[in-house]
């Protein structure tokens, strides 16, 4: 994909991908993304937003966490 698109920015990691993030986008239901430190998640972003497209997680929890969080239908 890299010599596809370049210009996009690829991260190693979740937490590479959360540093200085306004928002967190979730596309996938991989078990990577699944179990995260979510506080360390959070202690990188901008804004701790989510926008949960599989809906993989809890919306209380989130909340409680202090994410902004949307799941997609719900």
């Known amino acids: ?27 996938t239901e991989w078990d990577e993304f699944r179990n995260l430190d979510f506080e360390k998640i959070k202690s990188l972003m901008k804004r701790p937003f989510i926008l949960d497209g599989r ?7 989130m909340l409680s966490l202090g994410f902004e969080y949307q799941g997609i239908g719900q």
Not at 55 to 61: A, E, P, Q, V
């Open 1 to 27: 994909m890299r010599k596809e698109l370049p210009e996009i920015v690829y991260c190693d990691n979740p937490y590479e991908a959360a540093m200085e993030a306004d928002g967190l986008v979730i596309c």
């Open 55 to 61: 809906n993989i997680y809890d919306r209380d929890k």
